[in-house]
Nanobody, 127 residues
């Protein structure tokens, strides 16, 4: 599967954005989907994930209550809604896909579980 992320940009602190990630192929519903981010000079870190059925979500503590992950299988798209952004949220945001066609489990927060990665979209939050 190929992933194309978009929706990043420059936003003031306290602002909001919605990131989108469109997946190619016909088996989107077989994938748990995740968002990760990498800030300048830092390691890539987990942000949020959603299971293939759209029933379970997992969030990093740093974004709980501010970010919301969702998916629309009819559009092969996973979204990340970001609100109340702060300068610490500045990063390149990556979407990722974890092939789990028979899974009835919560999605992973581990990078190693995800098989496919998009190219990233830059979010810059000014103070």
């Amino acid at each position: 599967v190929q992933l194309q992320a978009s929706g990043g940009g420059l936003v003031q602190a306290g602002g909001s954005l919605r990131l989108s990630c469109v997946a190619s192929g016909r088996t989107f519903s077989s994938y748990h989907m995740g968002w990760f981010r990498q800030a300048p000079g830092k390691e890539r870190e987990f942000v949020a994930a959603i299971d293939r059925r759209g029933e379970r979500t997992v969030y990093a503590d740093s974004v709980k209550g501010r970010f919301t992950i969702s998916r629309d299988d009819a559009k092969n798209t996973v979204y990340l809604r970001l609100i109340n952004l702060g300068p610490d949220d500045t990063a390149v945001y990556y979407c990722a896909a974890d092939f789990r066609p028979y899974a009835y489990s919560s999605p992973s927060s581990s990078e190693g579980s995800f098989d496919y990665w998009g190219q990233g979209t830059l979010v810059t939050v000014s103070s």
